[in-house]
Structures are given as C-alpha cells and as structure tokens.
C-alpha cells in the first residue's frame, strides 16, 4: 500500500515562497511519475506540476515559471517550490503517483498553503 505524507504549508504573503514535502512509502517510489495536485474550495482538484522518473517536468499554465518540482529518489520525496506566490494559489495541495495519466493511489491528508495579507 502506498501512502504519501505532505508538508511545508502555511500562511503567505502575496509574492512569498513555500516549499512542499511529499514522502512517500513503497519501494516504486522511482519508478513513477509523480505530480503535485490542488484543491481550492468549491473547485475541482487540479494537476499542477509533474515529474517523470527521468526527471521530465510538466506545469499548468496558471504556476509555470513560478513553481519548480523536483524528486529525491533515494529519499522517497518529491518537493513544489513555490515562488511568488498569488492569492489564487491558496489551495490545499496533495501529491500523488500518476499512472496512465491519472493519480494512483489514495490520497493523504494535503498541506494547506493560504497566500493572503
């Protein structure tokens, strides 16, 4: 069963930076891609960056060139920077594995990133 732990949430000002920690259990961890995810409320959760095993990123339009995520295989961790930050990213963010496009396995319990003054 693969588990995945997030952290480094918080409150931000507009314009600041965080950066997340997703740890993940399993020995597949390298073998995947992995993605960081989103959910604002009242929207659906949304892909936002993601990472192949190759180390291949992708980002959604509304964060690229301001998000940069990474992966440490031999830690089972995969990190969101997040740099100048808006009001609109506030969310709570989740990560996951991808498999065939589509996040597979259960979801942890997120890290809530609030961006307000």
């Known amino acids: 069963q693969v588990q995945f732990v997030e952290s480094g949430g918080g409150l931000v000002q507009p314009g600041g930076s965080l950066r997340l920690s997703c740890a993940a259990s399993g020995k597949i961890f390298s073998g995947y891609a992995m993605g960081w995810y989103r959910q604002a409320p009242g929207k659906q959760r949304e892909l936002v960056a993601q990472?192949?095993?190759?180390?291949?990123?992708n980002y959604a339009d509304s964060v690229k060139g301001r998000f940069t995520i990474s992966r440490d295989n031999a830690k089972n961790t995969v990190y969101l920077q997040m740099n100048s930050l808006k009001p609109e990213d506030t969310a709570v963010y989740y990560c996951n594995a991808i498999l065939r496009g589509l996040p597979g396995y259960n979801w942890g319990q997120g890290t809530q990133v609030t961006v307000s003054s």
């Open positions: 990472i192949t095993s190759g180390g291949t990123t």
